[in-house]
């Protein structure tokens, strides 16, 4: 047998030790392409972590090697890490080589592509998506969902949103209204899914609502005849009417939008979708117990709430007021509005005079809540005291004297003077001028007095009547001639009706003719009444002087003297009787002004 040298040996030695490394690398490869055979770029799988360093996280996927990602894909926006050893994360195979093993890992993109497939799912079954509001972009919001989407402006809200600035940084929940995958775009719409929601609400609401319900809700809108509230997915309607038992000028005076307030359901319309709601039922109506709290008589303090050209309202409580009439409002002053004496706001006293709480109406009275001047001044004063005052008005039929603060007589034109005859007050009176009269009369409810300045001054016609009887002749000046006589002056201011039948015809002129006025005529005296102040006189068989007129004074100044009508004598003759009752003219308007 053949000897083998010692490098003959080695050089066998280590073809087996090749052949066997051979087998060997032969072996691995078949098992790593027996591992990794089902694995391809773009697979997602799920890896554990079982290293981090400051620079990458190792994660094992259960094969023959392990992959090297990057830290900075597993720190949130902070900056802190967001996995440890242990942890199950899900990676994206970006690169494999079967022949090496080498395989290179990407949570990022392993996480958008995971992002990509729960939006797809999102978007077919219509479920919403939860995402924050990262900016304002041209024409909406950018909204990050795991990728960037879009929330059209108009699609915000269920109302117009003026500042979508306001939703920055937001966590909101939206619908996709439309996916595009390979284009990256998807577009979110809030107001969709809010209308899901408001209808469901809606019917829960309208399910649970009862009329007499107590329910708190938030205020929507404010207008001039309500305000709408929102109860849970419905804007209920308050009216106007049901806010307060009292006046409400305006809504907005008690709410204002964005307020929670307490309301009670009045009625409920399922099929409309509608709900009436009350706020003023809430507490007790405040005319139940009016009468009692309220009673005739009764001085109260209250606010002026409104003005009329009728009255004044004024309120007592919230939800009572009551009506001051123009009438009502002073004692003294004739007052044609309220607005020149009141103002709304205004605090006042007053008297409650009537009471209708079935038809919750209040009467009451300015006035009566003050001292009546008219009563003050008739328990100190009686008919035929003498006062003084200062001429207020003066007016054709007399002039009106203050006696008192918000207190005026009146000196009919007939009362100034006995003697004079006067055709306006002017003639013997001015304004502010003080005067003293006597009082005739004195009406404290209808608030008339009568005054008389002549009474304080000598009475002519009393002098020429007790110095004279009937059957005296005596001479006189015709002041005017009627159809029924002449009217003769005695003296100054005494006057006396020759009827014409007492008239001897000398001449067949008219009576104007024969006897012209301011002509001396001698005449008989045939009645003297003192009640009535009336003289009659006859002509008849009396010689007459000759024609003449007084000479103090000329046939015109002497009509314009006299004027019309005759006060101080006349005959019993039926047109003598009409004549004096021209005394009287202008009385009836006593208490009146021009």
């Not at 006035?367 to 100190?380: C, D, K, S, Y």
């Not at 003066?394 to 000196?411: K, N, Q, R, S, Y």
Request: net charge negative; aromatic share 6%.
């Amino acid at each position: 047998m053949g000897i083998i040298s010692n490098g003959e040996a080695k050089t066998g030695q280590g073809f087996v030790r090749d052949q066997a490394a051979k087998e060997n690398r032969e072996s691995l490869r078949e098992l790593m392409a027996e591992s990794f055979g089902h694995l391809q770029a773009g697979d997602v799988i799920t890896g554990m972590v079982v290293a981090v360093t400051e620079d990458a996280v190792v994660v094992d996927v259960s094969f023959k090697t392990e992959g090297v990602i990057p830290r900075s894909e597993f720190l949130d926006r902070a900056g802190n890490l967001t996995v440890k050893v242990g942890d199950e994360v899900d990676v994206l195979v970006e690169k494999f080589d079967p022949s090496t093993g080498e395989i290179k890992l990407s949570r990022e993109r392993a996480a958008r592509l995971r992002v990509w497939e729960v939006l797809e799912t999102a978007y077919r079954e219509k479920a919403p998506v939860r995402g924050r509001v990262l900016e304002r972009v041209k024409g909406g919001l950018s909204v990050d969902i795991g990728v960037r989407a879009f929330l059209p402006g108009s699609l915000v809200d269920l109302r117009p949103i003026r500042r979508l600035e306001d939703y920055v940084g937001q966590d909101i929940e939206a619908r996709i209204i439309n996916f595009d995958r390979r284009r990256n775009n998807v577009v979110l719409s809030r107001k969709a899914l809010l209308e899901e929601q408001l209808v469901q609400q809606r019917q829960e609401t309208l399910a649970r609502l009862e009329e007499g319900m107590l329910v708190t809700g938030t205020v929507k809108n404010v207008t001039d005849y309500g305000v709408f509230i929102d109860v849970g997915g419905i804007d209920g309607l308050l009216h106007v009417t049901d806010i307060s038992w009292g006046r409400v000028g305006h809504p907005s005076e008690y709410f204002k939008v964005g307020d929670e307030a307490k309301v009670v359901v009045l009625k409920v319309d399922r099929d409309k979708g509608r709900v009436s709601l009350g706020y003023r039922q809430r507490f007790e109506d405040p005319w139940t117990h009016v009468e009692a709290k309220y009673p005739i008589g009764k001085k109260v303090r209250g606010k002026v709430t409104s003005l009329a050209e009728y009255g004044a309202f004024v309120e007592l409580e919230e939800g009572v007021e009551g009506l001051v009439h123009v009438s009502e409002l002073s004692w003294t002053k004739k007052v044609k509005s309220p607005k020149g004496l009141l103002h709304v706001g205004q605090e006042v006293d007053v008297v409650v005079t009537e009471v209708d709480a079935p038809r919750r109406r209040l009467s009451l009275s300015l006035r009566q809540a003050e001292p009546n001047p008219w009563e003050e001044f008739a328990a100190t004063h009686r008919v035929g005291q003498k006062v003084s005052g200062k001429v207020r008005n003066l007016t054709e039929f007399g002039a009106f004297v203050e006696l008192a603060p918000g207190v005026d007589g009146l000196v009919h034109i007939s009362d100034l003077t006995w003697s004079r005859r006067i055709s306006h007050p002017s003639e013997v009176l001015q304004k502010g001028q003080e005067v003293e009269a006597i009082i005739t009369a004195l009406d404290v409810v209808n608030q008339r007095i009568s005054l008389s300045i002549k009474e304080l001054l000598p009475n002519e016609w009393d002098t020429f009547a007790t110095g004279h009887q009937v059957g005296d002749e005596v001479d006189g000046y015709v002041t005017n001639v009627t159809d029924f006589g002449l009217f003769v002056e005695l003296a100054p201011g005494v006057e006396g009706l020759c009827h014409v039948s007492e008239v001897e015809r000398l001449t067949s002129g008219s009576l104007a003719e024969e006897f012209p006025k301011g002509r001396k005529v001698r005449c008989r005296l045939i009645r003297l009444d003192f009640a009535e102040r009336r003289i009659g006189l006859s002509l008849r068989g009396i010689p007459q002087p000759e024609p003449s007129v007084d000479p103090g004074d000329g046939s015109s100044k002497k009509a314009k003297r006299m004027g019309t009508g005759r006060r101080q004598a006349l005959s019993g003759a039926p047109e003598a009787e009409q004549a004096n009752e021209e005394r009287g003219e202008g009385k009836a308007s006593e208490g009146e002004e021009s």
